[in-house]
């Protein structure tokens, strides 16, 4: 019998699209013909400000990362204006990010800045991107850079000179392709379009890699959110820098008109152990996933065989599924066996009829894409031994590990692996 149903993919190879209208895409000067210095607003590159991204906004209120299945683009209406996925162009990536944060202005080179950006780089939040070629990401260190913006609305010329001026005069190391400079500006200075159509940006010059965030206070509006909400963008760019570094060309994570794995999930955030993060499109799960879960680590836990209450409550045609109970979920495998994990802060999270139902706050690691191909048949995910263990790949990818203390014992294609 089917333990989890695993939504139908078209593809692995594509990855996500902005969800607002106002701003189109990411990666400024990353087509080949870098932005010169004193250029206008990047063409691509944009964190949308909420407003340019009513329905990922709304989206993102309870917490939980989801939304969007199988649809790729959508009107400020949320309404779908495109099924399916379109080809991706390539895969280039970065596969090891090193980041550097630099303060442009009365910005202090540590903080909760570099605090948000040491935690981000020893998570999961990139080592859990693999499907895209990402393995992970490390902290360099922080830095003040000793300058003043030279105005207070700054062009894309004007943050690549600093950048290279950073570079040049050994704030910082050079660029290899794999290093990431993290531009956080003074309140009171922003880019071009900033506060009012966007909240950031990635981009480069050469091999040299860049992020800009605007501080949430520079924007009277408020459409930038809070203090908590600039690491939320900066991990946004982060993520969208290790995947598509040059924005198009021959190999890039990203829909054919520029639009990148953080944009149509822009403003779902949700919080881990005190730092907001941003949702990611993920290829694999065709939805927006939180990529760092902390708590139940992926526990599954054999409670016994499930009652007829409990097999009916979570069976849908034929197929299983984790279904909330109180403080965790559970599922039942192919021989009713009942298997629980524990949902850490003690919330889960219901997704509705014919899909998994979610522990928005623990969660563990996701599959690896051998470890998902390899427990999938058709359409359906199935208990498979892993060593002295069994484990299977829910609807968003999340992996459950259960122990075996005697062994497991594979059963076939088909069927539910069994612990002795």
Request: hydrophobic fraction near 30%; include cysteine; charge should be negative.
């Given at each position: 019998?089917?333990?989890?149903?695993?939504?139908?993919?078209?593809?692995?190879?594509?990855?996500?699209?902005?969800?607002?209208?106002?701003?189109?895409?990411?990666?400024?000067?990353?087509?080949?013909?870098?932005?010169?210095?004193?250029?206008?607003?990047?063409?691509?590159?944009?964190?949308?400000?909420?407003?340019?991204?009513?329905?990922?906004?709304?989206?993102?209120?309870?917490?939980?990362?989801?939304?969007?299945?199988?649809?790729?683009?959508?009107?400020?209406?949320?309404?779908?204006?495109?099924?399916?996925?379109?080809?991706?162009?390539?895969?280039?990536?970065?596969?090891?990010?090193?980041?550097?944060?630099?303060?442009?202005?009365?910005?202090?080179?540590?903080?909760?800045?570099?605090?948000?950006?040491?935690?981000?780089?020893?998570?999961?939040?990139?080592?859990?991107?693999?499907?895209?070629?990402?393995?992970?990401?490390?902290?360099?260190?922080?830095?003040?850079?000793?300058?003043?913006?030279?105005?207070?609305?700054?062009?894309?010329?004007?943050?690549?000179?600093?950048?290279?001026?950073?570079?040049?005069?050994?704030?910082?190391?050079?660029?290899?392709?794999?290093?990431?400079?993290?531009?956080?500006?003074?309140?009171?200075?922003?880019?071009?379009?900033?506060?009012?159509?966007?909240?950031?940006?990635?981009?480069?010059?050469?091999?040299?890699?860049?992020?800009?965030?605007i501080d949430p206070a520079s924007c009277s509006s408020g459409s930038c959110g809070t203090e908590a909400d600039r690491e939320m963008t900066a991990s946004h760019e982060i993520a969208e820098?290790?995947?598509?570094?040059?924005?198009?060309?021959?190999?890039?994570?990203?829909?054919?008109?520029?639009?990148?794995?953080?944009?149509?999930?822009?403003?779902?955030?949700?919080?881990?152990?005190?730092?907001?993060?941003?949702?990611?499109?993920?290829?694999?799960?065709?939805?927006?996933?939180?990529?760092?879960?902390?708590?139940?680590?992926?526990?599954?836990?054999?409670?016994?065989?499930?009652?007829?209450?409990?097999?009916?409550?979570?069976?849908?045609?034929?197929?299983?599924?984790?279904?909330?109970?109180?403080?965790?979920?559970?599922?039942?495998?192919?021989?009713?066996?009942?298997?629980?994990?524990?949902?850490?802060?003690?919330?889960?999270?219901?997704?509705?009829?014919?899909?998994?139902?979610?522990?928005?706050?623990?969660?563990?690691?996701?599959?690896?894409?051998?470890?998902?191909?390899?427990?999938?048949?058709?359409?359906?995910?199935?208990?498979?031994?892993?060593?002295?263990?069994?484990?299977?790949?829910?609807?968003?990818?999340?992996?459950?590990?259960?122990?075996?203390?005697?062994?497991?014992?594979?059963?076939?294609?088909?069927?539910?692996?069994?612990?002795?």
């Amino acid at each position: 019998m089917r333990t989890t149903f695993i939504l139908s993919v078209v593809s692995f190879s594509l990855v996500s699209i902005h969800c607002g209208s106002s701003a189109p895409g990411d990666s400024p000067g990353a087509t080949g013909d870098a932005i010169s210095a004193g250029a206008a607003t990047p063409a691509r590159g944009v964190m949308p400000t909420k407003s340019s991204a009513p329905t990922a906004a709304a989206a993102s209120t309870s917490g939980v990362c989801g939304g969007y299945e199988n649809c790729v683009r959508h009107d400020n209406n949320g309404n779908c204006t495109a099924q399916g996925f379109p080809n991706v162009q390539g895969s280039q990536s970065v596969g090891n990010l090193t980041i550097y944060n630099i303060g442009w202005g009365n910005v202090a080179a540590g903080g909760t800045a570099n605090a948000d950006t040491g935690f981000l780089a020893s998570s999961s939040f990139l080592s859990n991107l693999g499907e895209y070629g990402i393995n992970g990401a490390s902290f360099g260190f922080g830095v003040a850079s000793g300058e003043t913006p030279p105005r207070t609305v700054l062009s894309d010329g004007d943050v690549q000179s600093f950048v290279q001026r950073m570079i040049s005069r050994g704030k910082v190391p050079g660029g290899n392709g794999s290093n990431l400079y993290v531009v956080y500006l003074q309140q009171g200075y922003i880019v071009q379009g900033g506060c009012t159509s966007m909240c950031g940006y990635h981009g480069h010059v050469g091999n040299d890699l860049y992020a800009v965030i605007i501080d949430p206070a520079s924007c009277s509006s408020g459409s930038c959110g809070t203090e908590a909400d600039r690491e939320m963008t900066a991990s946004h760019e982060i993520a969208e820098a290790a995947s598509d570094p040059y924005g198009g060309g021959s190999g890039h994570w990203s829909y054919n008109s520029g639009e990148e794995i953080g944009d149509i999930c822009a403003w779902q955030g949700y919080w881990v152990d005190g730092y907001k993060l941003q949702c990611i499109w993920s290829q694999r799960a065709g939805k927006c996933v939180a990529t760092v879960e902390p708590g139940a680590d992926g526990i599954g836990v054999a409670a016994g065989n499930c009652t007829a209450n409990e097999y009916n409550a979570q069976n849908l045609n034929g197929a299983s599924y984790w279904t909330c109970q109180g403080s965790s979920r559970y599922v039942c495998d192919g021989q009713g066996h009942k298997v629980t994990e524990t949902c850490n802060y003690g919330w889960c999270n219901s997704q509705g009829a014919g899909q998994d139902d979610q522990c928005p706050y623990g969660g563990g690691v996701q599959c690896t894409a051998a470890e998902y191909q390899a427990q999938l048949l058709g359409n359906a995910s199935y208990w498979t031994c892993q060593g002295n263990s069994r484990y299977v790949c829910d609807g968003s990818n999340w992996k459950v590990t259960e122990s075996c203390p005697r062994g497991c014992t594979p059963m076939g294609a088909g069927v539910d692996d069994q612990c002795n």
